[in-house]
């Protein structure tokens, strides 16, 4: 008999949401996504702790001084752990770009060709990698250099807000990463109403938003909804191009029956696509979207702050 996850793969392309590459073999997805958060909670598993050594082996060989070989390490086990995925899974792996550079456009297209640069003297093609990247206004130009002069295709992280994802669609980034459930979170807290449905969800209602406005202008980014709390919000997204889902959630949807339908569209001719959205019209926005600009800002954080810890552990396993 078939599951819903079954089902669901049949309207949508299922990504993995982890760095924990073992716990995904059985769910078959087509690509996977990792974060700095994910590959710190792998780090700390004895079962890759030699991708992690490896990591420093080839820092400590490329750089002299104890700050360069640490920054590279990063950046190395971002890459180790890409590495092994993209042999269990036949498509893309989304690799992130170190979010304490959110605001520096040169800088993230600095370490997104050296993280391409590692992936293709590994022997994987640039074609399978997706760069992430925070979708601030630093980012999207940052990616669409990156995909106009590099051929290095993007995944513009942190998404909360309907102009995010306007300037991304204008500026050809590859794929979008609207978080569906850190939305929810901030409604739950802001307003205290808990129990939300499918049809009702403040995140899955910003995803269909941008899903129907692409389609409807003919976009080509991709749309993959991410960071879900409920198998509800899953559903609530079938027909979505993407979903990237943590294996706990996958496991879930492996063990029930509902075939889900697909979900309701309705166009949005809210914002004409002609109309190019400025610096300063992205920045107004964002300034007056409460939720997008407390989420925004807080995921920079959470982000930088699970990279700097996983530093620590490095700059440890160096100084041993």
Same mark, same amino acid.
């Given at each position: 008999?078939?599951?819903?996850?079954?089902?669901?793969?049949?309207?949508?392309?299922?990504?993995?949401?982890?760095?924990?590459?073992? &716990?995904?073999? #059985?769910?078959?997805?087509?690509? &996977?996504?990792?974060?700095?958060?994910?590959?710190?909670?792998?780090?700390?598993?004895?079962?890759?702790?030699?991708?992690?050594?490896?990591?420093?082996?080839?820092?400590? %060989?490329?750089? *002299?001084?104890?700050?360069?070989?640490?920054?590279?390490?990063?950046? /190395?086990?971002?890459?180790?752990?890409?590495?092994?995925?993209?042999?269990?899974?036949?498509? /893309?792996?989304?690799?992130?770009?170190?979010?304490?550079?959110?605001?520096?456009?040169?800088?993230?297209?600095?370490?997104?060709?050296?993280?391409?640069?590692?992936?293709?003297?590994?022997?994987? &093609?640039?074609? $399978?990698?997706?760069? %992430?990247?925070?979708?601030?206004?630093?980012?999207?130009? @940052? @990616?669409?250099?990156?995909?106009?002069?590099?051929?290095?295709?993007? #995944?513009?992280?942190?998404?909360?807000?309907?102009?995010?994802?306007?300037?991304?669609?204008? @500026?050809?980034?590859?794929?979008?990463?609207?978080?569906?459930?850190?939305?929810?979170?901030?409604?739950?807290?802001?307003?205290?109403?808990?129990?939300?449905?499918?049809?009702?969800?403040?995140?899955?209602?910003?995803?269909?938003?941008?899903?129907?406005?692409?389609?409807?202008?003919?976009?080509?980014? *991709?749309?993959?909804?991410?960071?879900? /709390? #409920?198998?509800?919000?899953?559903?609530?997204?079938?027909?979505?191009?993407?979903?990237?889902?943590?294996?706990?959630?996958?496991?879930?949807?492996? %063990?029930?029956?509902?075939?889900?339908?697909?979900? *309701?569209?309705?166009?949005?001719?809210?914002?004409?696509?002609?109309?190019?959205?400025?610096?300063?019209?992205? $920045?107004?926005?964002? #300034?007056?979207?409460?939720?997008?600009?407390?989420?925004?800002?807080?995921?920079? /954080?959470?982000?930088?702050?699970? @990279?700097?810890?996983?530093?620590?552990?490095? %700059?440890? $396993?160096?100084?041993?």
């Amino acid at each position: 008999m078939s599951s819903t996850l079954d089902h669901l793969k049949k309207h949508t392309i299922i990504v993995a949401d982890t760095g924990d590459f073992n &716990s995904i073999k #059985n769910y078959l997805p087509i690509d &996977s996504t990792t974060n700095p958060s994910l590959i710190l909670s792998a780090c700390k598993l004895p079962q890759y702790s030699h991708l992690l050594d490896s990591a420093i082996q080839y820092a400590k %060989k490329e750089k *002299q001084t104890l700050n360069e070989q640490i920054e590279l390490a990063l950046e /190395r086990i971002f890459v180790l752990f890409g590495c092994e995925i993209l042999k269990i899974v036949p498509g /893309r792996v989304s690799t992130e770009v170190d979010a304490r550079y959110s605001f520096n456009v040169q800088k993230q297209i600095e370490i997104a060709c050296r993280l391409i640069s590692m992936y293709e003297e590994l022997g994987f &093609s640039k074609e $399978r990698i997706l760069i %992430k990247l925070s979708s601030t206004w630093e980012g999207i130009k @940052a @990616a669409k250099i990156l995909e106009s002069q590099y051929g290095i295709h993007c #995944n513009l992280t942190l998404m909360f807000s309907f102009y995010q994802a306007i300037a991304c669609a204008q @500026a050809n980034v590859t794929l979008i990463s609207p978080f569906v459930g850190r939305v929810l979170d901030w409604y739950i807290t802001k307003y205290g109403k808990k129990e939300y449905t499918r049809n009702d969800d403040p995140g899955v209602n910003l995803v269909t938003r941008i899903y129907n406005y692409y389609k409807v202008h003919g976009y080509k980014t *991709q749309i993959m909804g991410a960071s879900f /709390r #409920n198998v509800e919000q899953i559903l609530g997204l079938v027909g979505c191009d993407l979903l990237t889902i943590s294996p706990s959630l996958l496991d879930e949807l492996s %063990k029930m029956s509902e075939v889900p339908s697909l979900s *309701q569209t309705s166009y949005d001719h809210s914002y004409q696509s002609d109309e190019l959205l400025t610096e300063e019209e992205f $920045r107004w926005q964002m #300034n007056e979207d409460e939720m997008a600009n407390d989420k925004l800002t807080d995921g920079i /954080r959470r982000f930088t702050n699970d @990279a700097l810890i996983l530093k620590d552990l490095i %700059k440890t $396993r160096i100084e041993q």
